[in-house]
């Protein structure tokens, strides 16, 4: 059967014409290509722990998950994700009424933005983002409105100016997206700031969707503080966690939300039509990945601090500029004092230049220019890659 098509018309839908190939597929497509370090994407380069792989594989071979698994996710990883939340923060959370399990992050930022944006609505987000942000706004209809975070260079990190983030609430604003530990700027925010952004929340009676997939990952004495955890907050919030950057499973897909009934059987009705249920056996292995003690957390800590402070110090060394995240396993740097200001072009030549691959943090911004000068790199790879990743870099740029 032939498929006829107006030329006339252009295939893909006009919410989506300003979004090509993600700049993760062409970064990873050009490490492949030249052999560079892949620093850009944010996967690690060993698996997790191996009782939690053991786990999937047990419930592989029981049979548990094999087939589809429970709408809202299967009862233990619910009733892990509610303990954890307890455990870690305080927080009480009802997993039958107030957990829904999503193929990761990702789609549970896509089904909260689905079902609690209407067309026209506006949503206000820290710039730079992560890019499923911008589509998944455009999809539900909405307007994004960024309010950028600024680098402050005397003390190496980047600040919300929180003047800026009131005078962008406006009588449309529904939503407001905000991501601690920051992605890909590393910056936490402050209990300070959390507090401001709750007040502004319920003075102007907004919802607020959080992605906290990196609430385990935070150094220097930075605290995660849970927006939920504020006042005013625990009916209006809808959390996002993910078990791939904290176990370093990211394949596996499994992400949550919690949030109050309403909110989370509001994102299920959207979560239902992407992809229904996930990721059955390794739902299993989560729920117990989630009760591993407080030596497992703070070991993985630890580490990727080691790596933190090993990366930054050979980027430093090569020239650039860095700002030294707090959170996350990024680092954003400044190109600017190695001569150059165009972070795409900076990335597309890297390869070639340096055997190494980064990201452009303009592809983050509604704002290019302000993300124009800076470049992210992954820190979440072994110990003898960022050595020799940071030897290659040194060696490129004169260091």
Same mark, same amino acid.
């Given at each position: 059967?032939?498929?006829?098509?107006?030329?006339?018309?252009?295939?893909?839908?006009?919410?989506?014409?300003?979004?090509?190939?993600?700049?993760?597929?062409?970064?990873?497509?050009?490490?492949? #290509?030249?052999?560079?370090?892949? $620093?850009?994407?944010?996967?690690?380069? @060993?698996?997790?722990?191996?009782?939690?792989?053991?786990?999937?594989?047990?419930?592989?071979?029981?049979?548990?998950?094999?087939?589809?698994?429970?709408?809202?996710?299967?009862?233990?990883?619910?009733? !892990?994700?509610?303990?954890?939340?307890?455990?870690?923060?305080?927080?009480?959370?009802?997993?039958? @009424?107030?957990?829904?399990?999503?193929?990761?992050?990702?789609?549970?930022?896509?089904?909260?933005?689905? !079902?609690?944006?209407?067309?026209?609505?506006?949503? *206000?987000?820290?710039?730079?983002?992560?890019?499923?942000?911008?589509?998944?706004?455009?999809?539900?209809?909405?307007?994004?409105?960024?309010?950028? $975070?600024?680098?402050?260079?005397?003390?190496?990190?980047?600040?919300?100016?929180?003047?800026?983030?009131?005078?962008?609430?406006?009588?449309?604003?529904? $939503?407001?997206?905000?991501?601690?530990?920051?992605?890909?700027?590393?910056?936490?925010?402050? #209990?300070?700031?959390?507090?401001?952004?709750?007040?502004?929340? *319920?003075?102007?009676?907004?919802?607020?969707? @959080?992605?906290? *997939?990196?609430?385990?990952?935070?150094?220097?004495?930075?605290?995660? *503080?849970?927006?939920?955890?504020?006042?005013?907050?625990?009916?209006?919030?809808?959390?996002?966690?993910?078990?791939?950057?904290?176990?370093?499973?990211?394949?596996?897909?499994?992400?949550?939300?919690?949030?109050?009934?309403? $909110?989370?059987?509001?994102?299920?009705?959207?979560? =239902?039509?992407?992809?229904?249920?996930?990721?059955? +056996?390794? =739902?299993?292995?989560?729920?117990?990945?989630?009760?591993?003690?407080?030596?497992?957390?703070?070991?993985?800590?630890?580490?990727?601090?080691?790596? #933190?402070?090993?990366?930054? !110090?050979?980027?430093?060394?090569?020239?650039?500029?860095?700002?030294?995240?707090?959170?996350?396993?990024?680092?954003?740097?400044?190109?600017?004092?190695?001569?150059?200001?165009?972070?795409?072009?900076?990335?597309?030549?890297?390869?070639?230049?340096?055997?190494?691959?980064?990201? +452009?943090?303009?592809?983050?911004?509604?704002?290019?220019?302000?993300?124009?000068?800076?470049? #992210?790199?992954?820190?979440?790879?072994?110990?003898?890659?960022?050595?020799?990743?940071?030897?290659?870099?040194?060696?490129?740029?004169?260091?």
């Amino acid at each position: 059967m032939t498929v006829m098509t107006s030329t006339a018309r252009p295939l893909l839908n006009r919410r989506l014409t300003e979004f090509g190939t993600t700049i993760f597929a062409e970064m990873s497509a050009l490490a492949a #290509r030249t052999g560079a370090i892949n $620093l850009g994407q944010g996967f690690p380069d @060993t698996d997790g722990p191996e009782e939690v792989r053991e786990a999937a594989v047990r419930a592989l071979r029981d049979g548990r998950g094999n087939q589809y698994p429970p709408g809202p996710g299967v009862p233990e990883l619910r009733t !892990a994700i509610a303990e954890h939340q307890r455990r870690r923060y305080g927080l009480a959370v009802d997993p039958d @009424t107030e957990v829904l399990v999503t193929a990761g992050a990702t789609e549970a930022i896509a089904a909260a933005l689905l !079902a609690l944006v209407e067309p026209g609505d506006e949503v *206000v987000a820290l710039e730079p983002y992560y890019d499923s942000y911008a589509a998944c706004v455009a999809l539900a209809g909405g307007t994004r409105v960024p309010v950028t $975070l600024r680098p402050d260079p005397a003390e190496a990190r980047f600040r919300l100016d929180l003047d800026e983030l009131r005078d962008a609430v406006t009588d449309r604003t529904r $939503l407001l997206l905000i991501n601690t530990p920051h992605n890909p700027t590393g910056t936490v925010l402050t #209990r300070a700031e959390l507090t401001a952004i709750a007040e502004l929340a *319920v003075e102007r009676d907004l919802l607020v969707v @959080t992605d906290e *997939v990196y609430e385990h990952l935070v150094f220097d004495g930075a605290e995660h *503080v849970p927006l939920a955890t504020l006042p005013g907050m625990r009916e209006r919030t809808v959390t996002i966690g993910s078990a791939g950057k904290t176990f370093s499973f990211t394949g596996w897909k499994v992400g949550w939300v919690t949030a109050a009934p309403a $909110l989370v059987s509001a994102v299920r009705s959207a979560k =239902q039509f992407l992809t229904y249920v996930s990721a059955g +056996p390794f =739902q299993y292995a989560v729920a117990e990945a989630l009760a591993l003690p407080d030596a497992y957390f703070d070991g993985f800590r630890a580490d990727l601090l080691a790596k #933190r402070d090993l990366l930054a !110090a050979g980027l430093a060394d090569a020239g650039f500029g860095v700002f030294r995240p707090a959170g996350t396993y990024f680092v954003t740097t400044d190109i600017r004092p190695l001569g150059e200001s165009d972070g795409f072009a900076f990335c597309r030549a890297l390869p070639e230049r340096a055997g190494v691959v980064a990201i +452009p943090n303009a592809v983050f911004y509604d704002h290019r220019e302000a993300g124009a000068p800076f470049v #992210r790199f992954a820190f979440c790879k072994r110990t003898e890659v960022l050595t020799d990743a940071a030897g290659r870099l040194r060696k490129a740029f004169g260091g």
